[in-house]
Every structure is written in structure tokens, then in C-alpha cells.
């Protein structure tokens, strides 16, 4: 009896090998699993995988602490990077605010 290796993306045990690469049949996610750490994907509101240097536009007004305007829906921010160690996980310049962290899940890939 085989062991079985539960899907990293969506934890299900409903995965099978192809080739070298195992893939879910849930969420249809695969790996290789021989990699001994899996590679952290961050992704947007919609679901899109970010990248660093990407653009994105901030989904809903987002409250800053210490300013007295909050970072309105639809401002776009370029150029941004990815801190996978962090709860606010996108690194940004947002002109009129500087330097600040945002939370994937309040933008969409632009």
C-alpha cells in the first residue's frame, strides 16, 4: 500500500503522480515532491498569482494608521514586492503616503 501525500495548496488526500509531479484532483495544484520546501505563492483578491515588480490597484479604502486621509479604492501602486513572512505581505511606495505594507487580500492585479 502506497502512501499517500496530501495536496500543499488545498490539504486534500486526493492526489495522484504524474511523471515526477504529483497533482491534486481537487484543486488540480502540482509539485514536485521531491522539493523539500514548497514554494510560497501569494496571490491577489481575485485570486491571480503576484509577482514582485508587479502592479496593483487597492480594492477598498484602506485606513492608515497616523494619517488623515486613508488610501483610497482604485489607487494603482507599481512596482511592488512580495514579503511571503508577513501578515501585510506586499512591500509598496504609495505616492502621498511613502513606504507602507498592504495586505494581498485588499488588492487586485492591475
Not at 5 to 30: H, R
Not at 32 to 56: C, Y
Not at 61 to 78: M, N, Q
Request: net charge negative.
Amino acid at each position: 500500500m502506497s502512501e499517500t501525500i496530501s495536496c500543499p495548496e488545498c490539504k486534500s488526500e486526493f492526489t495522484y503522480a504524474n511523471g515526477d509531479l504529483m497533482v491534486c484532483s481537487q484543486c488540480f495544484y502540482e509539485w514536485d515532491p521531491n522539493e523539500t520546501e514548497p514554494a510560497v505563492r501569494i496571490k491577489d483578491s481575485n485570486g491571480n498569482e503576484l509577482q514582485n515588480g508587479d502592479t496593483v490597484i487597492v480594492i477598498k479604502d484602506l485606513p492608515v494608521k497616523g494619517a488623515s486621509k486613508p488610501v483610497k479604492a482604485g489607487t494603482k501602486v507599481k512596482n511592488i514586492r512580495l514579503n511571503p513572512d508577513s501578515d501585510h505581505n506586499i512591500d509598496c511606495k504609495i505616492e502621498g503616503f511613502g513606504s507602507m505594507a498592504l495586505k494581498s487580500e485588499f488588492v487586485k492585479k492591475g
